[in-house]
């Protein structure tokens, strides 16, 4: 992995959910991150100090992070001086983005010409098997969502933490270029090819002890147009033993898609659980994660009340309250 500490590149975000890889990293990692670059016109604020490369080289910054997650994943022209000039200052680059630092010729020239190194995190690494199905020994837990950018990788990350809290054996499996930067290992896994998506989720949860559970991060959404076959791919390879279904609840359509609105959480519990039992029919739905980011303490309150009511099961907002209950729903 590349070295700490990181500056934070946001470039021209147009709202802090385009920034959520910066913002995943400074949450669950901050002792590692030194500050954040903004371009003009970016919309998206970390609460953190501003640098300039200058700035970051006196700080002792090693690694510049693309931290910003656009539509389509695309390296955009107008970043290329500031990555040039922290190249040429002596830091190293990392991306999580689908268009790769590597495939830039004039960024691959400025690494080379400086002795610096390219980080391309969305790249998958090992041979992948085709998914077989068996049952494996220890215990998953999957986050599934309504929509993308919901929650699930917050929500696996909280329940590790305390689950390691309490003693109990528990490892994160990252599988999103985010969940790969905090953790330092996982799977990219909207990067490997289709027929292989299922057998490396199953890779990367592995047989273990009866009483170790792997934390899946979740990806996309069932529901989603452009994102479902990931997510699919998470449901049958990772093989859960409980669903945490994950929810935003200000959202007016789904992310990317004006015309498709958000299926409600009785639609996401029944179809997941469905899916899920194919590959394991012991699955339970154990708890609900909601997103209250947008909402005020009060308004969050009624509504995590008024939906554990409804739904019958443990719903909580893991990163505003703590994930105790989800853990206990667990265990």
């Not at 790969?180 to 090819?193: C, K, Q, R, T």
């Not at 959404?221 to 791919?233: N, R």
Request: proline share 5%; net charge negative; hydrophobic share 40%.
């Amino acid at each position: 992995m590349f070295e700490a500490p990181y500056l934070l590149f946001l470039g021209e975000a147009p709202d802090g959910l385009t920034a959520k890889m910066a913002q995943g990293i400074y949450d669950w990692r901050p002792e590692s991150v030194a500050g954040q670059f903004r371009m003009e016109g970016c919309k998206a604020d970390l609460g953190i100090k501003d640098l300039t490369i200058k700035d970051a080289v006196a700080a002792g910054v090693k690694t510049l992070v693309v931290g910003v997650v656009n539509r389509g994943g695309i390296i955009s022209e107008s970043w290329k001086s500031v990555l040039i000039e922290a190249l040429e200052a002596g830091m190293d680059i990392a991306c999580g983005l689908h268009n790769l630092l590597r495939d830039e010729p004039d960024l691959a020239k400025a690494a080379a010409d400086n002795g610096r190194t390219l980080y391309d995190v969305r790249i998958p690494t090992v041979k992948y098997p085709v998914a077989n199905g068996k049952k494996r020994t220890g215990k998953r837990c999957l986050a599934v969502g309504t929509d993308c950018s919901v929650g699930k990788m917050y929500t696996a990350l909280a329940m590790d933490r305390e689950m390691k809290k309490r003693g109990l054996r528990s490892t994160f499996r990252a599988t999103g270029q985010t969940g790969i930067l905090i953790e330092g290992s996982g799977v990219p896994l909207d990067a490997v090819v289709a027929d292989f998506m299922a057998g490396a989720v199953e890779w990367l949860t592995p047989d273990n002890d009866a009483d170790h559970w792997d934390m899946i991060e979740g990806q996309g959404s069932l529901f989603h147009a452009s994102y479902s076959g990931v997510t699919m791919a998470l449901v049958h390879g990772g093989q859960p033993d409980a669903l945490i279904l994950c929810h935003e609840p200000t959202r007016k359509h789904m992310r990317g898609l004006p015309d498709y609105q958000q299926p409600s959480l009785e639609d996401l519990r029944d179809v997941a659980l469905r899916l899920a039992q194919v590959v394991n029919p012991a699955c339970k739905v154990a708890a609900i994660s909601i997103n209250t980011q947008h909402m005020d303490e009060a308004s969050a309150l009624k509504y995590l009340e008024e939906v554990e009511k409804r739904m019958g099961i443990p719903t909580v907002d893991p990163f505003r309250q703590g994930a105790a209950r989800l853990v206990e729903a667990l265990v």
